[in-house]
């Protein structure tokens, strides 16, 4: 702590952490538009009013794997005006350039003599704007093209099963201090979890050490973006699977809002999660007032300053057991819409006294979880009609849920799970089969459901074809072991089901999905049959 | 002429002109995947070599409106390495820059102090790259956010009816030259057609007379966008229409290189169209050798200088009739398969011949028109499988057609009208409801084609319901006209008609295509339930 105390910037690197921007979330909400927008507009200006050595985002700077022309402007604007000015950079990046920056140009961004670089910034990606397509090309790449970001920790997975990656970190320096960064990009959480119980699938570069010096001279930050929560953990990364010597992790994706470094036992190490910068769903989580993270390193030691996000618009949250209000009769609905009102407007009226200067003219997020249990739902949307102009959300203020058996906590935790907020934008398979009854016997509902999202988000034209691949490789394989070898005509017979299928289902599949405008086409030409 | 023997370039402004770069196009063609970018490669190379003031491009940069990650990516990454260097900018742009660069940052990109610009690139937006959805923003505008590209002519269409555009040159000085550039980036040409004819709807702004000169002391350059062939009027922009006091056009959106200026009888201007860098339809035009302009100019006098692009991948086409050929017996189809054997070995041979050093390696493009009157028809992509690893486009070697009455040079030109690049690329409505025997009896199969090619391209997610609105609208003025402002049960019925269409048929559209993953969805099941 004291080594902070003298006014002695030269020894220090000044770093401003964030996660989880995503730049055009609800870019055509009316309402909610410009929020992501701000919010990373305040992040630029905190950097540059605490002059900074750099900014290091957890990735999720995009909310779209295939951001709009709109955002795509926008953020570019953002940076461009706080990222170009005439401070001096006064650190030195001291590793290999080219193998930290896997662009054109492989060099770090102040270094290039065309630009005037004052302000830093450093990205990972996350899992929405990941890397796609046949040029693995992330929206951050357009960003590291236009010389606005250093995006690093693109993985390159070698080698064949499980993979391999390894981590090389960018070695910067500011007069005494010297920190080693690693970046991990998002990969798939189940696929890293196989990776981390791998011996050596993933390794970690270390600097070379110096004579004189030992390695412990270095100051070892880890930024990830991956699940953390760890009620399914094939399914998260577990923080003991992180190696000791790190010092520091900053953990990106998880979006409640815990930026206090916490040690974790046995590791030696603290993690800060700083949070989304904008909330993208509306679970408690998400409510609680969101800051960035000043991180001052000095020699081994650092000093956290957690700072406010004031432009951020309020969010109140609130659940309540509809048994338990003495108010409400079960046989008279008119009692709970009069509960609800009360309830909304009471969080409408805490939402404006708690309302700092910046913030207070927006309307806020509302959102009350109802555990309904005994009673009948009501349609949310007509609910919220009376609440337009006075919440940001009036279609979706309530949401309705029944008390698992496993008793009230257990039951928010999981819902909370479930409501991820990549999860919470579409629609998926699972919910259109369970709609329309249909018989999904080959193929997994999951691989079809991850096969569309990569499908239409991420440009992936081969993903039904790889989908059914896959599936019918599994299926071989799987029967080649149970048959321990030997050949039985059921083997035959499963190869013909997967041959049948390949060949009549999805090559359907396949060619119809390759061509949005012939999907528009056919699916104007069923309506039109059906308006007939 | 004699103006520039003298070495001065101190009072010379020097510009490249290319136009139709088409970035991105067969951005997913094995063989043809780089072609756009290794053309728009080369305009920038020769515009370093020439050292010229600027680069001025004719629209349509970007193929698609909505360009790729990789598009995006390889369109900065070229323009970052030709664009930034430590060459002094020569001219100065003196007319309001906010008014003539409407970006956020209102100003030329080489003033800006925090980019080395060496080689200024100035562009309107085609018909591909045109501006579209909420904010209005073409691709173009994602270059000049980051400060690679001064876009300039997005017009701002004022008053009703028809409206009104006015256009603010650009007033670039370099010495005692003095330029009045004119952007128009591309309007539907029965649009704009419309306005020429209007009186005041298109509004030119001159520049002002400065003490002790006269107007005349500027060369006045207009560059646009639009249909230029004249079979069909209402279709393309008369070179007539344009005002008197211009010097000098450059015309882009035709394809065809007719790079070297001619003069328009009586209107005392001349015409440049280099054409495309790229051939995105095989037709004759495309076929002759492409080129870019040097324009230098010096007070009121200009030189025009045409350079080859050598690094275009060649293309040879020839038409031939198969009854006029005397090796050829209708009765044996090999006979025919040994003709159009030889008749592409031949263009091949050709295209070796031809070859530069730096295109021979490029597999070339070949097309045959053939005109199959009294014959029957062979398959192309069969006919074309011999020549993979020959041509670059084996699967469309052979396009049929059949004499049309009018004569066979007549019938060349409108097949050229009909394979306008833009509409080579997928199939429209009028295709599919062909095809599919549909009776398209309230909205105009035309309209439909706008508004689907409107939603999928330009994400205008009203596209439809624009379409249905105007289309009503035009039934009810129309009936209100022909009855004479008395009210009919006709009138009834027909508004009867309308609101039942918008409510039935129409919101089922709407809803159907504001939501792509919907789509895909509605497709998926729908194939499902075939499939069943």
Partial sequence: MDVFSREDNSNTLRVLVATDCHLGYMEKDEVRRHDSFLAFEEICKIADEKQVDLVLLGGDLFHENKPSRTTLV???????????????????VVSDQTVNFANLFGHV??????????????????????????DNLSAIDILSACNLVNYFGKMILEGSGVGQITLYPILMKKGST???????????????????????????????VQEGCEVSDWFNILVLHQNRVKTNPKNAINEHFLPRFLDFIVWGHEHECLVDPQEVPGMGFHITQPGSSVATSLIDGESKPKHVLLLEIKGNQYRPTKIPLTSVRPFEYTEIV???????DPNDQNSILEHLDKVVSNLIDKSRRNATSRSELKLPLVRVKVDYSGFMTINPQRFGQKYVGKVANPQDILIFSKASKKGRNESVISD????????????????????????????????????????????????????VQHNIQETRSKLAKDTDGAKFEEDDLILKVGECLEARKLYKFYNLYTDRVGIVKLSMMFSLCFCE
């Fill in 74 to 92: 926008k953020a570019i604007e953002i940076l461009r005006r706080h990222c170009l000015n005439d401070r001096p950079v006064q650190f030195q």
């Fill in 109 to 134: 961004n102040y270094e290039d003599p065309h630009f005037n670089i004052g302000l830093p910034v450093f990205s990972i990606h996350g899992n929405h704007d990941d890397p796609a397509g046949v």
């Fill in 178 to 208: 010297n920190v080693a960064l690693y970046g991990l990009g998002n990969i798939r959480d189940e696929r890293l979890n196989r990776m981390f119980q791998t011996p050596h699938a993933v390794q970690w570069m270390r600097p070379e």
């Fill in 322 to 328: 509809l048994k338990e209000e003495t108010d409400i």
């Fill in 416 to 467: 909370a799970e479930r409501l991820r907020p990549e999860e919470l934008n579409q629609q998926n398979i699972e919910a259109l089969v369970a709609e329309s009854n249909l018989k999904m016997e080959i193929l997994p509902v999951n691989d079809l459901d991850v096969a569309l999202h990569n499908f239409v988000n991420k440009d992936d034209k081969m993903a039904f074809y790889t989908c």
